[in-house]
């Protein structure tokens, strides 16, 4: 019996043995797990601390910094009314119909891009003008000749005069922290002297891949249909009493004179004119009234007031594209009814488009 006692004894005894060296062996375990776990988190940290020192001199890859404040020398002034925004800004919104514009003729203005800390970049893409359509983009000055200056140092790039993105290689793993654009030269406009960036873009895709086609699409899929126009069309009315020519380019009347700022007129059929602006397009369509104030007194100062004008008529009409591409609105008006010849008078006539008035024509018929 106290053999047996002995034995179960001994047994406890092992199996508590082996139960001890098994927790030992699994606190030896956990203390090799943790500190591994140190290591690989003392290496990591290194790893951080390596990398973070790296960008600190190298830069960090420009795909990873998305933030930047931009300034420029000038910013063209929104004169249409309709809210344009030509601030630097603009040129970082993947949006060809936006850009910045310099107030300044171009030449010598700069776009300063800074970055929040230093960045390894060697490409870009540039949209160097305005670009919301193809016709616009030649009717204002394009960038011939750019510099950049990365933190000080210069590179100058020649750009073809082509309506597309343009992607720019600079210096191999170039690092900074503010890059200025300056213009050096423009293509000029064939109609207007603004010049402008739309985009500059080191991020997206069809700029890391090249792809001017892509960059093209995505404009015209996503963003050409919202593409911001001012309903101020019209720049300046002229009154004629001869038709626009063949090419629907409005001819001069060789039959008034001027008096008070009205168009002393003498004829038989009158056309209007309205220069469309580069806000305007083929085919636009505009209202058109006409008013009479009726009877005449032009030395009288009450014949500007409104409430004086007789409605004449309304119609519509659309804006048309001469042979030379101007932009012109024609109409015309012609005595009506029993009597062929005008009711003396000072007539207006008011242009509108999207509802809102963009300008006015005042004449004066006499004998
Ligand atoms: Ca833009």
New binding site residues.
Partial sequence: MKKLLFIFIIGILAAGCGIEDERKADDLQKVDVEKEEKIVEKEKKEEKEEKIEKEAIEGKDILEVKNYVISTSSVLVDETNVGFNYEGE??????????WCSGEGGTGDVLTMEFSEPVKASKLGI?PGFARDEKIYFQNNRIKKLKMVFDGEEEVFNLPDEYRMHFLNFCEECTFQKVDFIVEEVYEGSKYDDTCI??IDFWSDYVVNENEEAAMNYYKNYKEADALRPYDIVSSIMISDRSPDSCMEPRKTEKYSEFEGVQVLNMGEIFVTAFVNQYGREGDEVNVKWYHVEPAYPDSPDYEEENEWVFLKSEKSKVVESCDGNLYIHTNIYPAGEVDVFPLGIYKVNFYHNGKFVGSGKFRISQ
């Fill in positions: 603009m040129v970082g919104d993947k949006d060809f119909s936006t850009a949209v739309a985009e």
